[in-house]
């Protein structure tokens, strides 16, 4: 646990942003914490000791400079073709976010742990990964790789496609993690947290398959700006806030008896 401590406050200093971003990986983690059982909040508070749900959040992207994790690269996203479903693809023989958090969640329920060292690491890897999936474009198209080779510009700034969605339209909010997750918790009733809650991983990657064509909506206006944001960013707000609430509901179930 100690190992993992270090790798986690020496990256934090060398690393720029990654999937969601910093603040939208704390996001997802923050809501999770809003909907935790009591139950679950101490069994998971006793195994990540110095670490909440939010600042768990980008463990996984931090570990990538380290070469003793570098085969969990491809564990942050999954490639499948307009008109195919996961089902139908062949799978990436290194892991894939969906494959991932299928084998984390049955690792953690089991305590049978194979593709990762411990618990501790399974939760950090799971809360991540969770946020990766509803990302859009972590359920991307192998040949722009999830819309990294889309270049574009964001108010005039050099861009992709893929680090608009990751960060740049949740940084350009110039909001905290807690103010963006107290704004898109606050509209979640009950019902909608259970419907939210009632689906698969499977379903999750494939809300993000459906949604990531919308990713896309730009035309020839290749410098994006407040118009673009004003169409796309409640679809942030909404997947942000789905992966914190199903995130949730993962932990809620592996720990009602464990």
Known sequence: MKRIGVILLALAINIGAFAWGKTGHRVVGYVAQQHISKKADKRINAILVDYSLEMSGNFMDFIKADTNYRHMGAWHYVSIPDGKTYADITKNPKGDVIWAIETL????????????????????????????????????LAE?????????EFFGE?????????????????????????????????LQVVDWQNSTVREWAAESQVLRTKCYDFGERDNLKYEYIY????????????????????????????
Request: cysteine-free; aromatic content about 6%.
């Open 105 to 140: 969640i049955n690792e953690l329920k089991t305590k049978e742990f194979k593709i990762v060292p411990n618990e501790q690491f399974a939760i950090l890897a799971l809360v991540h990964l969770v946020g990766d999936v509803h990302q859009p474009l972590h359920v991307g």
């Open 144 to 152: 722009d790789r999830g819309g990294n080779d889309v270049k574009v």
């Open 158 to 190: 050099s861009s992709n496609l893929h680090r608009v969605w990751d960060s740049q339209l949740i940084d350009h909010q110039g909001l905290s993690y807690t103010e963006w997750g107290n704004h898109i918790n606050r509209g979640v009733d009950i």
């Open 231 to 258: 169409r796309h960013i409640g679809t942030v707000e909404q997947r942000l806030e789905q992966a914190g609430v199903r995130l949730a509901g993962v932990l809620n179930d592996i720990y009602i008896y464990n």
